[in-house]
């Protein structure tokens, strides 16, 4: 599955913004997806997943109750909802398929998207 990441930009503390993930395929809802962010100097890290229909989720500790992956299969796309952003949450987003689960390492991940840019201002 090929996959393409939208909707960064830049947004001040507390705002928001709704990242998309377009897959191509038509074997899109057979893969559990992911999305992970990598800020500068650091580390890719996890912020969250979503099985296959969307019914199981995982988040990072420090995104719960502020973000929210979800899932249109018909539309071949993942979504993340981002609200009371924060400057932490700058960082390059990238959206991640697998065919495992629980999947909450870049390792579980198999087919990976180019990222979009993500910046909160203070």
């Known amino acids: 599955v090929q996959l393409q990441a939208s909707g960064g930009g830049l947004v001040q503390a507390g705002g928001s913004l709704r990242l998309s993930c377009a897959a191509s395929?038509?074997?899109?809802?057979?893969?559990?997806l992911g999305w992970f962010r990598q800020a500068p100097g650091k580390e890719r890290e996890f912020v969250a997943s979503?099985?296959?229909?969307?019914?199981?989720?995982y988040y990072t500790d420090s995104v719960k109750g502020r973000f929210a992956i979800f899932r249109d299969n018909a539309k071949n796309t993942m979504y993340l909802q981002m609200n009371s952003l924060q400057p932490d949450d700058t960082g390059v987003y990238y959206c991640a398929a697998t065919s495992t689960w629980p999947a909450l390492r870049s390792g579980d991940f198999g087919s990976w998207g180019q990222g979009t840019l993500v910046t909160v201002s203070s």
């Open positions: 979503i099985t296959w229909r969307g019914v199981n989720k």
């Open positions: 395929g038509r074997t899109f809802s057979s893969y559990a």
